[in-house]
């Protein structure tokens, strides 16, 4: 069965417009006329049709200054356009300003409908890519990472200002805070979207396989290698490479790097053929690079080529105020995976994850969130569907409080907390004082009055850090 669309036929000799008008709409085609170029522009400003089919000799303007319109004002419209003295010249000129075809007339039926067919095939699939890359931008682009955060606020400018260039980036974080992620986002943000994304975690290999895995071998090279291999490098090429736990490389791939990350070229493991690439380079890492330099176990030089933008990944316990956020989240993608219909967690059970320390991150509170809906027998997760380690510590912060307000009293047992609480509003307003007066539901001039009572600056507790 054929594409059916929505057709302009333009030409300025009425029964050839409409005998090409009335051919099209019996294939099922819903098909519109025009006999000047200016009134074919006003009918695609009303309508968004498929393909325009064209003269290109025009009372007015030629067909030509019609395609040039249509390129800019409506893209996705194909343009086939038609002439009594069709050359070699005038169909290249034609396709080189954006034609889909040139055809010359009299035109064949079966050739005007095959044309508008290729034409509509090659719409769905740039329809079909479209809808490809929304998918991967959902799945893997920034909008995927959860946080309204200050500091997180902070990395997305960073990650948006850096991501569409060739610059090495470095991200450092704790281990389930979200790298492998971020990475994916730099990628999918940079025009090397469409080219591989290939991921290596340098830690899950040895030495020697590890080289193998990121430069290839040749057959013979070592015992097992029956047969030549292309390594990740390769693989990667024109797209970007992700080296995770990049604290772990051992001195002599630390070498190697350096090599590729200078020259973009390499030799496999056993060979002596060079391969370029071109790849982006992003690592990352949970340890302490600059101590490792200073302990020697870390390259000062390849340190330096790849700390040009570092990205840091912050801890949950540093950005509470997103649980919420996180938890509907994945509230949402678990219910949809598990079939279940849990609307919320109850005010108790988000406490508990609140006061939480969360040494395991973002992918610890993801476990603990998956737990809670495949346990919960209601369609609300209550304190008892956390697992115990959360429920003994919101349990012992009760103890503590209580233990707190027995020696100090009520007055001096609130100042810490309520000190603790215009700090966290500050720090994840960006120290906008009037914003954090309005998420704090007080006016300014109170917040000015609690900042002196508790001694509270930008400048001191940036000093802390």
Not at 170 to 192: F, P, V, Y
Request: net charge negative; aromatic share 6%; charged share 25%.
């Amino acid at each position: 069965m054929s594409n059916q669309a929505s057709l302009l036929v333009v030409d300025d000799d009425r029964h050839i417009c409409e005998a090409m008008a009335d051919y099209l709409r019996s294939l099922g085609h819903r098909t519109e006329t025009a006999t000047t170029c200016r009134e074919a522009i006003e009918r695609i400003k009303d309508f968004n049709f498929h393909v325009v089919v064209c003269d290109v000799n025009l009372p007015d303007q030629d067909g030509f200054q019609l395609l040039e319109w249509a390129v800019v004002n409506a893209p996705t419209t194909a343009v086939i356009l038609l002439t009594g003295y069709g050359t070699i010249e005038s169909a290249v000129e034609a396709i080189r300003l954006g034609a889909f075809d040139y055809l010359t007339k009299p035109v064949i039926d079966d050739e005007l409908n095959f044309s508008i067919q290729r034409a509509l095939g090659q719409r769905k699939i740039v329809e079909e890519n479209k809808s490809l890359r929304k998918q991967l931008d959902d799945k893997f682009g920034l909008s995927n990472i959860i946080g309204r955060d200050y500091k997180m606020a902070k990395m997305f400018d960073l990650l948006e200002s850096v991501a569409d260039t060739r610059t090495t980036v470095l991200i450092l974080g704790e281990n389930g805070t979200g790298k492998t992620i971020t990475a994916r986002a730099i990628h999918q943000l940079s025009t090397r979207r469409d080219k591989p994304f290939v991921e290596v975690a340098c830690g899950a290999l040895p030495d020697t396989l590890l080289e193998s895995e990121l430069f290839g071998h040749v057959k013979g090279s070592f015992t097992g290698a029956t047969q030549d291999k292309p390594g990740k490098f390769l693989q990667a090429n024109g797209g970007t490479i992700f080296l995770d736990e990049i604290g772990t490389a051992s001195q002599s791939l630390q070498v190697k790097l350096l090599r590729v990350l200078q020259d973009r070229e390499f030799e496999p493991v056993g060979g002596n053929t060079t391969h370029k690439v071109d790849i982006r380079l992003i690592l990352a890492t949970n340890e302490d690079l600059e101590a490792r330099v200073r302990s020697g176990e870390f390259r000062q030089d390849l340190f330096y080529r790849i700390n040009v933008i570092s990205v840091t990944q912050p801890p949950l316990r540093e950005r509470l105020g997103d649980i919420p956020l996180l938890v509907a989240h994945y509230l949402e993608e678990f219910n949809s995976q598990t079939g279940k219909k849990v609307r919320e967690f109850d005010d108790h059970a988000m406490h508990a994850l609140q006061r939480y320390n969360w040494p395991g991150n973002v992918r610890e509170l993801v476990n603990v969130v998956e737990r809670a809906i495949v346990l919960s027998k209601s369609d609300v997760v209550g304190i008892g569907d956390l697992p115990e380690h959360l429920r003994r510590d919101e349990h012992d912060t009760a103890y503590a409080v209580t233990r707190l307000l027995g020696r100090a009293g009520l007055k001096s047992a609130l100042a810490d907390p309520e000190r603790q609480i215009i700090i966290d509003a500050l720090e994840q307003q960006g120290w906008n004082r009037q914003e954090t007066a309005r998420v704090l539901g007080i006016n300014r001039t109170t917040l000015y009055k609690k900042m002196k009572k508790y001694d509270i600056s930008y400048e001191k507790q940036v000093q802390m850090y």
